[in-house]
């Protein structure tokens, strides 16, 4: 065993003080600064928060921004890359010619020193049995052979690439319409959060009202309530959106009924059972004592004390109404066209997949990134409300 | 217990009933009758058409046929398909969403479970970190979205398997790897904290206190109580699997139950899409039901009584 050495004034007995017993070294925090706290010390939950904050914004503004609008078709540039290669031609003018090879469509589009795509470069001969185009820039000749997608001078001799251009007219490239991508995507996020928040929020109220409601009743009010509760969570919801879908035929507004109409049942139970363990305190014995009415009691004492595990279910039902509305949108059952959510501009990169397997990316991040974020959020919240169920 | 049992069939049966009657007159509250196309029919032949489905009955009187029909298990006939009848369409599909979903569920619990376990034991390490990131994404990433690229990753790009169809034996990867991906994410994630939770109860404690073997406690004391939320996820489960089955099948084109239900709401075919959704929730209920049945072996604690909240 080492000696522990201790300096003897250390052994003086201290000088009793009161007053500094009594003082409380750290400020004394309410339950919502110290929520906050956890919260902020959260990394991914606030990571996922600030994406939320930046797409609400993109979502909002971008599309006012963007020099394209969603609708606005231009199929002469259809399926253009974000990325290309360029190659360029020099005639015996000095005029040079930049372009880039589309291997999708297996088109030649002629690109500006800035990087815009300016439009179709017509061939001038077509030999669909060689599978081979012709083009001229002044007096030389280029020919693409379709078959094995490659570009050479009429002597044989390989065209070499100059290089790679990011595509400045469309920054994300543009769809088999010739619609940009990039401001689709700005106002997909605004419908499909459109609709998840608006969706949530009818949710919210209908669960609120139903669970508390139950909650308070108690007894056989409560009983019936959540039996009918019972039976509406055995049946599959996921049915029951498509069918309302289909009597109210696609569109923005039916998403967001059957979506805000059917997924209420789980905040209704939460919020009975929260309601149904706070009616117990004493607080609210004093405020029915005092004569508060049953709705001021559930609004200003219970709801208010149980809006923790509220607030979690509703940063996760968030999520899933994005998830459902891309997926019923994917099935061919969301916002009717040229209107776009992340659900239909999936499924429209799917149709050509096979092509353009680039399409598939941008749609696909967006949502996978939201959830992300939203499921990090909600997770946070989780673990900052109530940090005993952290596991 | 039994009474439990018996209370939940019957509450099973009220639901049925509540599903079929919202069914029914969710389809009738539909605009326009089955045979409004963009061709005008003759007004004869509509009449015709009308009678023979019994169209021109008072509604009432067509739900009562249509719940006669339902409790003699004839789901009526298609109206897009003629000659088809609903029972054929579910009966030509069954088979394909039957195999699909069940290796999907196989999967989702022979690869979750074990998963989840390995990310308990060994918490805040490597194979955790591993587990914790692939089950985030797979949360996160929707089934459709997961589809598509394995779609074009394995069978356009490296052609290991074909893009459509179940005539190989190979053809089941991709869907049931797309349908079960979700899943296997969430029951490894749900597996590892309820394993850790278990981990820190006072009996594992004693059982190792006592000089059992590592083995056991882990097993007997520690699985066997950590799986039991796994289990009460496992009906919601299937019925997700099953609803997944619209897209998965649609990508893929496997002519299951899915696909047909998806192509008679295109098709605007009101009796299919009743007889099918009425067909889904009747499975779902007796999947959810044998699940809390399984529940009930599973963890001697519980019983079930029949005034039990």
Known sequence: MTDIEIAPEMWAPTTRNGAAAEY?????????????????????AMLGLGFIILLVLAAIFGPMLSRHTYFEQNLKLSNVPPLFQTYEVTDSTGATTRFFFNSGNLNLYEVTPSGEVAGLLRATKKDLIKKQQQFKFGDKQVVLDTAKQQLSFADGTALAPSGWQWNMS????????????????????????????????????????????????????????????EVIST?????????????????FLSVVLAIGSVYWVDMARIVRGQILTLKQQDYVAAARTMGASTPRILVRHLLPNSVGPILVTLTMLI????????????????????????????????????????????????????????????????????????? | MTAYVVQRLLLMLVTLFAIITLTF???????????????????????????????????????????????????GPSFKYAGMSVNEIIAEGLP?????GALALLCVVALGVPLGIVAALNRNRWPDTLVMVIATIGVAVPSYVIATVALYVF????????????????????????????????????????????????????????????????????????????VTVLGPVVANLLTGSFV?????????????????????????????????????????????????VLDPRIKYRADAK
Request: a positive charge.
């Open chain 1, 24 to 44: 409380i070294a750290a400020p004394s925090l309410t339950f919502w600064q110290d929520v906050r706290k956890r919260l902020w010390a959260n990394k991914p």
């Open chain 1, 170 to 229: 469309n920054v994300l490239g543009t769809d088999q319409l010739g619609r940009d991508v990039l401001a689709r995507q700005l106002y997909g996020a605004r419908i499909s959060l459109t609709v998840a928040f608006v969706a949530t929020l009818v949710n919210f109220f209908i669960g609120v009202f139903y669970g508390g409601l139950a909650g308070y009743l108690g007894g056989k009010a409560d009983t019936i309530m959540m039996r009918i509760v």
């Open chain 1, 235 to 251: 049946i599959p919801l996921t049915l029951y959106v498509i069918l309302i879908m289909v009597v109210f035929n696609s569109g």
């Open chain 1, 319 to 391: 999520p899933s109404a994005i998830f459902i509305e891309s997926f019923m949108s994917f099935i061919g059952l969301g916002v009717t066209p040229p209107e776009a959510s992340w659900g239909t501009l999936t499924s429209e990169a799917v149709e050509t997949l096979r092509a353009y397997p680039y399409q598939l990316f941008f749609p696909a991040a967006a949502i996978s990134l939201t959830m992300f974020a939203f499921n990090f959020l909600g997770d946070g919240l989780r673990d900052a409300l109530d940090p005993r169920l952290r596991t």
């Open chain 2, 25 to 75: 007159f969710l389809m009738h509250a539909v605009p326009g009758g089955p045979f409004t196309s963009e061709k005008m029919l003759q007004p004869e032949i509509q009449a015709a058409l009308n009678a023979k489905y019994h169209l021109d009955d008072p509604l009432w009187l067509q739900y009562l046929n249509y719940l006669r029909g339902v409790l003699s298990l004839d789901l």
């Open chain 2, 96 to 100: 394909v969403t039957m195999k699909t």
């Open chain 2, 155 to 230: 069978a356009l790009r490296l052609g290991w398997v074909p893009t459509f169809g179940l005539d190989d034996w190979r053809g089941y990867f991709l869907p049931v790897f797309a349908l079960s991906g979700f899943w296997i994410s969430f029951i490894a994630r749900l597996a590892r904290s309820s394993l850790l939770e278990t981990l820190q109860q006072d009996y594992m404690m004693t059982a190792k206190a006592k000089g059992l073997k590592r083995g056991t406690v882990l097993f007997k004391h520690g699985l066997r109580n950590s799986l039991i939320p796994v």
């Open chain 2, 248 to 296: 998965i099948e649609q990508i893929f084109a496997l002519p299951g139950i899915g696909r047909h239900f998806v192509l008679s709401i295109t098709n605007r075919d009101y009796t299919a899409i009743m007889g099918i959704t009425i067909f889904y929730a009747a499975v779902l209920m007796v999947m959810i039901f044998i699940v809390d049945m399984l529940y009930l």
